[in-house]
């Protein structure tokens, strides 16, 4: 019996092994495939996608790393390289992953900035969601997505309610209608808000100071109204990055924040070691979370804005999102902006009211504290609606001559002439203990600028203790003054001694020219003679002889090619400065009748073309000139004084260049080619031939752009002609003449700048 009970033990402890194995045996193990990083329009999104869902078992801060999110992620068993980001993608700088003694798997993102996050589960992809600040949203994007929702009848807000759930706060936002939820965060101090459009609050403004879950106050007020959106604004004052959960439902939002226990990390342990697996995406080099990566982007610390004891209105509240980029196109004006308002809104109807009364509402509106001066009195009748705050105080306080200031989250009231006063009488204490401070005497020697120059520009900011000494000879600067002067004379001087850009100027003037000529024209003479002579005479008593000619030719001559037959013609028009002629000659036996005939003609072409190039070097926005050619003397003679001045003929180029923030060149130019005309000399004096532009242009870095031109044609054509005979059909050729000249310039100014790098 004993045996059967010890084999029943021993079967059964047997059993429950394999069966606790088995279990174990089947432990899911999850593979995670990828790791993406997605901007979106106002939140940057890590997604993680695995081949089953994704249990996340914390997500929080470490103590050690304060902008890193920890998140831990059990049963993952294969993991992917981590992505190496080349720069920040929104607000995160890198991810990476790391695997402890213990096999499990830690995801670290590392942000520039703490902002809230939510974490959302969907099958197999876990989305990890940053919201962006007010300064990272892409405004156009949102304007896009707010069009495209139907804003002719608007959502109303109807209620606010907030339970306890377990170790969770959860908001509930009644509505009724569509709206559309935009979710982001501020900082200084750090802030959730969601905005809500299309929706108008229908229900008093909402403060409530919560001091739990993470959350220091709730605020719900109507932010603007038809500007050109209505919007209920939703506002969680935060004491660091909150995790929190958004689901829009049929009639409104629920947000849910977790308790603070489930976020923070465990206090540091005692140093121990513990051998961690680094993923093999890069080599361990370092004790950060990301190794391999490039070198932590440096954090900017930002501060909120000194208040300054001014008498004008503050407000309290953080810029609102503006929607719209009007404001980039609108002309700018010197004359001082308008007051702009970005309280919440409020609505008031008073009559006869107190002041004080009036400015304890708004101030409690705001959760601001108040101090009253003595002289603080009056009465208020107003009625207004949908305003901001800031501004029914500000009109308020106007009508009663009252002004205020603000310090921290304290608002004191008091007449304008008191503030006023306290303002002059501070600037002079301020004054005062400047000039009673010590004077301190400093040397600054100039490597980039003349130093007349520079005490030129500083002498306006010196105090009245102020001195500047030039030393010439070492280009140094000595100044006398005190403490605050002599810091802002040292931030000035760093300005101004800068190295100045320079600038290469390339010209090229091109000149072209083209020369046709064609010449033709003919010369004839004739000769008959009836004489008893030759034995023809003419039979008659009177005129018995005869002798006609075109032209005196003498006897016995020879005509000889080109040289002119006879040396006279009847019809004489030869082409001018012919190179070829043909000479023909007809005559009887006993030569008492003769024709002669000369054909000339020309014809030439030509083409030629010249360029030149000046190249000068110029400092940013100083003048440059480079001059080649020829002086030409001129004298005048005036009283019996001959005075000689000299003209230049040669070809000029004149530059100031300046450089724009672009890397673009504006340039002012003046290019003069000029060349004396020696074949039309008047007096002994040759004419000057000018081509000239004056301009000034704007051409990119490098560039080339054509900054004048000039395109001429002569076309001429003579024609000598003898009347009448000139028009007879084919033989009319006998007596005329013709000759053409067609020439074609052409003159082209390029110009060309680079920066000297």
Same mark, same amino acid.
């Given at each position: ?27 899911? @193990?999850?593979?995670? /495939? ?129 339970? #306890? ?12 209608? !569509? ?37 220091? /106050? ?40 977790? &308790? ?50 001014? &008498?004008?209105?503050? @407000? ?22 308008? !007051? ?86 501070? !600037? /002079?204490?301020?004054? @005062?203990? #400047? ?149 023909? &000659? ?16 020309? #014809?030439?072409?030509? @083409? ?16 440059? !000139? ?115 000249? /067609? ?15």
């Amino acid at each position: 019996m004993k045996k059967k009970k010890y084999y029943f033990l021993v079967s059964l402890l047997f059993t429950i092994a394999l069966l606790y194995g088995s279990n174990n045996n089947l432990e899911p @193990s999850i593979q995670l /495939k990828s790791i993406d990083v997605l901007p979106a329009l106002t939140s940057t999104k890590v997604i993680l996608t695995a081949d089953s869902p994704l249990p996340i078992s914390k997500a929080f801060f470490d103590q050690t790393l304060p902008s890193t999110l920890i998140v831990n992620l059990p049963q993952v068993k294969s993991v992917p390289a981590p992505p190496k980001l080349e720069s920040p993608q929104g607000i995160i700088n890198q991810i990476a992953l790391r695997k402890n003694s213990q096999g499990d798997f830690k995801l670290f993102i590392d942000l520039n900035q703490k902002v809230p996050y939510t974490i959302i589960n969907n099958q197999q992809k876990t989305t990890i969601e940053f919201l962006k600040l007010n300064s990272q949203l892409n405004l156009e994007e949102i304007n896009k997505k707010i069009s495209s929702v139907d804003t002719h009848s608007l959502a109303s807000l109807q209620n606010l309610s907030l339970k #306890e759930e377990g170790n969770s706060l959860i908001i509930q936002v009644q509505t009724k209608g !569509q709206f559309l939820p935009f979710v982001f965060a501020l900082d200084n101090p750090l802030r959730l808000v969601v905005d809500l459009y299309n929706t108008h609050l229908n229900r008093p403004p909402l403060h409530l100071a919560v001091g739990k879950w993470g959350i220091k /106050k709730i605020r719900l007020a109507q932010f603007q109204v038809n500007n050109p959106f209505t919007i209920s604004r939703l506002v969680f004052d935060l004491e660091g990055p909150k995790f929190f959960t958004l689901d829009t439902k049929e009639k409104g939002l629920i947000i849910t924040f977790p &308790s603070n226990k489930v976020e923070e990390a465990p206090p540091a342990p005692l140093p121990k070691e513990e051998k961690e697996e680094l993923l093999p995406a890069s080599d361990q080099k370092t004790a950060s979370p990301f190794p391999g990566s490039s070198p932590p982007i440096p954090k900017k610390e930002t501060s909120p804005p000194e208040r300054k004891v001014t &008498s004008q209105p503050i @407000s309290t509240e953080a810029s609102p999102p503006s929607f719209t980029q009007e404001e980039q196109f609108r002309p700018k004006t010197i004359a001082q902006p308008q !007051q702009q308002y970005t309280g919440e809104i409020i609505s008031l109807k008073f009559k006869d009211a107190d002041l004080r009364d009036v400015v304890l509402y708004l101030a409690d509106f705001a959760g601001l504290n108040v101090v009253f001066d003595p002289g603080v009195k009056g009465t208020v009748t107003v009625d207004l609606e949908d305003v901001p705050w800031d501004q029914a105080l500000d009109l308020v306080l106007k009508i009663n001559k009252m002004g205020k200031t603000i310090e921290g989250n304290v608002l004191r009231i008091a007449p304008i002439n008191v503030l006023t006063e306290e303002q002059k009488q501070a !600037q /002079k204490l301020a004054e @005062s203990k #400047e000039l009673a401070g010590p004077v301190l005497v400093k040397t600054f020697t100039l490597s980039y600028s003349k130093a007349a120059d520079v005490q030129a520009l500083l002498s306006t900011k010196l105090s009245e203790r102020g001195e500047i000494i030039i030393d010439n000879r070492t280009n140094t600067l000595i100044i006398t003054d005190v403490q605050d002067r002599m810091e802002l004379i040292e931030k000035l001087i760093s300005v101004f001694d800068t190295p100045t850009p320079q600038v290469s100027i390339e010209a090229r003037i091109v000149e072209a020219t083209s020369t046709f000529i064609r010449n033709l024209g003919i010369q004839w003479g004739w000769r008959g003679i009836a004489d008893p002579y030759y034995g023809n005479q003419t039979s008659l008593e009177f005129p018995n002889k005869i002798n006609v000619d075109g032209a005196l030719v003498p006897q016995g001559i020879v005509t000889k090619g080109i040289g002119g037959p006879l040396g006279g013609y009847a019809i004489n028009l030869p082409a001018p400065a012919f190179s070829t002629a043909v000479g023909l &000659s007809l005559g009887n036996v006993l030569d008492t009748f003769r024709l002669d005939m000369a054909l000339s003609a020309m #014809e030439r072409s030509g @083409s030629g073309r010249i360029i030149s190039t000046p190249t000068v070097t110029a400092q940013n926005n100083q003048e440059a !000139q480079i001059i080649q050619g020829r002086q030409i003397p001129v004298q005048t003679v005036a009283n019996f004084t001959v005075t000689t001045r000299y003209v230049n003929a040669a070809l000029e180029l004149k530059a100031t260049p300046q450089i724009t923030a672009e890397g673009t060149i504006i340039m002012y130019i003046e290019i003069q080619n000029n060349a004396a005309d020696f074949a039309n000399l008047v007096n002994g004096i040759p004419p000057i031939i000018t081509q000239s532009a004056r301009t000034s242009v704007m051409v990119p870095d490098g560039g080339t752009a054509v900054i004048g031109g000039i395109y001429r044609t002569e076309d001429s054509i003579t024609r000598e002609k003898v009347p009448f005979f000139h028009k007879i059909p084919i033989l009319g050729n006998l007596f005329k003449s013709f000759a053409r000249t /067609k020439q074609n310039r052409e003159l082209l100014i390029f110009i060309t700048p680079r920066i000297i790098k």
